[in-house]
């Protein structure tokens, strides 16, 4: 197994809160996950995106695998489907797979990074949850964050460029930084995800999946919100 984590394992290092392992409230973390698997795709030059018309459409490259179980079933969901799709339609996908939020976790197990256990929701409900064990995975990924957003360096790795993307707008960066800096830093953070630091190469692919992301999170809200009504 390699070392450097995969987007969608920092996802979720980002979501769970450290001593509790549980996911932090006010997240849309699952989209996240879900844009980070598509991103992992995107990256290694398995899919690509077409732009056609209004739409921006994946595009399947490769069949070859990555060698990591969740990134490879999501390639064959592209590799099996019968018509290409749009971004949204793909991270909603993605997002769907059963048991995401568990099989994530289970990595960072094996990685020595979480420990899974149980506890009781009002002493009647058990729940599984995830403890951070070694601290310093998230540290070094926090660090690389907060590097990215609080220095004026035009030296930022396009992983790094994602993350940030995601974490922003998925509401994960909140959680991690103080919100009133984040204000102080908007400028810097559209810099970044626009290109205008980091160069055009994927740009457009990450403004589109972010834009995704935030198209997914929001018909979720206004699903919620209908049945609630």
């Not at 739409?55 to 018509?83: F, T």
């Not at 949850?129 to 590097?147: A, K, M, Q, S």
């Not at 994960?172 to 810099?191: E, Y």
């Not at 290109?195 to 740009?203: F, L, P, S, W, Y």
Request: glycine share 6%; net charge positive; charged share 25%.
């Amino acid at each position: 197994m390699q070392n450097t984590l995969f987007l969608h394992e920092e996802i979720l290092l980002l979501a769970l809160r450290d001593q509790k392992g549980t996911i932090a409230s006010g997240t849309m973390y699952q989209y996240a996950i879900g844009a980070a698997l598509l991103a992992e795709l995107l990256l290694s030059k398995r899919i690509e995106v077409e732009q056609s018309g209004k739409r921006k459409l994946v595009n399947l490259v490769s069949q070859s695998p990555l060698g990591e179980p969740l990134i490879d079933e999501c390639l064959e969901k592209v590799i099996i489907a019968k018509r290409r799709a749009v971004l949204q339609t793909w991270v909603s996908r993605f997002a769907g797979v059963k048991n995401l939020k568990h099989r994530v976790a289970r990595q960072l197990c094996r990685r020595g990074i979480l420990r899974a256990d149980e506890d009781k929701v009002l002493l009647i409900f058990t729940r599984k949850i995830y403890p951070e064990v070694n601290p310093g995975p998230e540290r070094e990924l926090i660090e690389r964050l907060r590097y990215a957003v609080f220095t004026d360096s035009r030296d930022i790795d396009p992983r790094t460029v994602v993350l940030l993307s995601l974490a922003n707008s998925t509401g994960l960066l909140k959680i991690v930084f103080d919100k009133k800096k984040l204000n102080g830093r908007k400028t810097r953070i559209n810099q970044i995800v626009n290109g205008e630091i980091t160069g055009k190469a994927a740009t457009e692919a990450i403004q589109a999946m972010q834009a995704a992301v935030m198209m997914a999170c929001i018909m979720q809200t206004y699903m919620a919100t209908t049945v609630r009504r």
